[in-house]
């Protein structure tokens, strides 16, 4: 016997070994039979099934150690802010960013790009300046900055992409002028899975001095992210679609543009006194953390976080890069299949349609004979 191989004969290295069934055990939900046979759940992208590590962590923290946080002298409330505060700084390591106080907890990407719009927007664009998206945005990374047109006269701009779902990146770059004021963008798109040259297009911005926004909802659970490296100056991603709980996401920005940012909502814990002629705010991130938060979500996170480092993205990206390859190679050979979103840097989403067949049709027949769950309205 080879030292790498084990006593099933399994010859691959443990240490790069991608151990699918044992990560499949840690979801209990996929245990259970639907219609009779084994769940097979492929709608990730709209919203990932949690990890039985995620659920304990929220039981046992409600169960022993659950108080609101930041205002207790007594000693629940200091072990919850505590859990609280140590999640911040696991989600700071795991995005790379330079300062805890960088990591806004929100209620998920949609919130983090309001509050993006109506904070740093409304005190920067005015009537004429132009926001840059792109086409293959997610509806949350156009419908907030349509409002903040509105509301301010300023005017969208789109930069186009190719057939197989590539941004443009000379018509992008067309598209920064003098007017432009901000860049918002998707890491992966929802529906095509294309990764985007984020580096490539933070450079590009700069150059014009533009700040660019980054949509990591679909990029934090399949790519490892360094918002340094990327040195984007703010990125959004959703904890429910990184096997974490649903309603609570992060918002992380550069230290600068969050403290010279006002608040977003005003309450409690927003402030630091207040009185009926004036209020001042308190230091980032708590300013923009108004209200008791999801302390029990925000714990729940760092769970999820933590097991997903444990796994490691790097091994994450590598083993869907082999399942993309394989399932775009036999779905493109299925008579009537058309794939959409074909880009060379491509995430494990896929989008097809088939000819003659509505989707939603499909998407029913899949469930109810298959079964398979799959997202059918995009
Ligand atoms: C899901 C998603 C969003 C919105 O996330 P919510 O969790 O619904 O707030 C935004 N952008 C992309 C690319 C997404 O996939």
């Given at each position: 016997?080879?030292?790498?191989?084990?006593?099933?004969?399994?010859?691959?290295?443990?240490?790069?070994?991608?151990?699918?069934?044992?990560?499949?055990?840690?979801?209990?939900?996929?245990?259970?039979?639907?219609?009779?046979?084994?769940?097979?759940?492929?709608?990730?992208?709209?919203?990932?099934?949690?990890?039985?590590?995620?659920?304990?962590?929220?039981?046992?923290?409600?169960?022993?150690?659950?108080?609101?946080?930041?205002?207790?002298?007594?000693?629940?409330?200091?072990?919850?802010?505590?859990?609280?505060?140590?999640?911040?700084?696991?989600?700071?390591?795991?995005?790379?960013?330079?300062?805890?106080?960088?990591?806004?907890?929100?209620?998920?990407?949609?919130?983090?790009?309001?509050?993006?719009?109506?904070?740093?927007?409304?005190?920067?664009?005015?009537?004429?300046?132009?926001?840059?998206?792109?086409?293959?945005?997610?509806?949350?990374?156009?419908?907030?900055?349509?409002?903040?047109?509105?509301?301010?006269?300023?005017?969208?701009?789109?930069?186009?992409?190719?057939?197989?779902?590539?941004?443009?990146?000379?018509?992008?770059?067309?598209?920064?002028?003098?007017?432009?004021?901000?860049?918002?963008?998707a890491h992966v798109s929802n529906v095509l899975g294309t990764i985007n040259p984020i580096r490539r297009i933070v450079e590009l911005a700069h150059r014009h001095d533009?700040?660019?926004?980054?949509?990591?909802?679909?990029?934090?659970?399949?790519?490892?992210?360094?918002?340094?490296?990327?040195?984007?100056?703010?990125?959004?991603?959703?904890?429910?679609?990184?096997?974490?709980?649903?309603?609570?996401?992060?918002?992380?920005?550069?230290?600068?543009?969050?403290?010279?940012?006002?608040?977003?909502?005003?309450?409690?814990?927003?402030?630091?006194?207040?009185?009926?002629?004036?209020?001042?705010?308190?230091?980032?991130?708590?300013?923009?953390?108004?209200?008791?938060?999801?302390?029990?979500?925000?714990?729940?996170?760092?769970?999820?976080?933590?097991?997903?480092?444990?796994?490691?993205?790097?091994?994450?990206?590598?083993?869907?890069?082999?399942?993309?390859?394989?399932?775009?190679?036999?779905?493109?050979?299925?008579?009537?299949?058309?794939?959409?979103?074909?880009?060379?840097?491509?995430?494990?989403?896929?989008?097809?349609?088939?000819?003659?067949?509505?989707?939603?049709?499909?998407?029913?027949?899949?469930?109810?004979?298959?079964?398979?769950?799959?997202?059918?309205?995009?």
């Open positions: 016997m080879r030292p790498n191989q084990d006593k099933t004969g399994d010859e691959r290295s443990p240490s790069h070994q991608f151990e699918v069934a044992r990560i499949r055990e840690a979801f209990p939900i996929l245990k259970q039979q639907v219609r009779g046979k084994p769940l097979v759940y492929l709608d990730n992208a709209a919203s990932a099934q949690k990890p039985q590590v995620v659920i304990d962590t929220l039981s046992q923290f409600y169960a022993t150690s659950y108080a609101n946080i930041h205002r207790g002298i007594h000693w629940l409330s200091e072990r919850a802010t505590e859990a609280y505060e140590s999640a911040r700084a696991d989600i700071q390591r795991f995005l790379g960013a330079a300062e805890a106080s960088e990591i806004v907890f929100v209620r998920g990407t949609t919130e983090a790009i309001n509050l993006v719009a109506q904070t740093y927007g409304r005190t920067h664009v005015r009537a004429g300046d132009e926001i840059l998206i792109s086409t293959m945005e997610h509806h949350s990374n156009i419908v907030p900055w349509q409002m903040l047109c509105e509301a301010t006269g300023a005017v969208l701009r789109v930069a186009p992409i190719n057939d197989g779902g590539e941004l443009l990146l000379d018509e992008f770059e067309k598209l920064l002028t003098p007017r432009t004021k901000l860049v918002a963008i533009v700040p660019v926004f980054v949509d990591g909802a679909q990029a934090v659970p399949h790519l490892a992210v360094d918002v340094q490296a990327l040195d984007c100056d703010f990125y959004a991603f959703s904890g429910h679609k990184l096997f974490g709980p649903t309603g609570i996401g992060v918002l992380y920005g550069k230290a600068a543009l969050l403290e010279a940012m006002p608040p977003y909502q005003g309450g409690g814990h927003m402030i630091q006194s207040v009185t009926f002629e004036k209020t001042t705010y308190n230091k980032v991130p708590d300013r923009f953390e108004a209200g008791t938060p999801h302390i029990a979500g925000v714990v729940g996170l760092g769970a999820a976080v933590a097991f997903v480092r444990a796994i490691g993205l790097e091994a994450i990206t590598a083993y869907e890069r082999k399942l993309l390859a394989y399932a775009m190679d036999r779905a493109s050979k299925i008579a009537g299949v058309r794939l959409i979103g074909t880009a060379k840097e491509k995430a494990g989403v896929i989008s097809f349609v088939v000819d003659g067949v509505h989707p939603h049709d499909l998407g029913t027949f899949l469930d109810k004979f298959a079964p398979v769950t799959i997202a059918h309205n995009h």
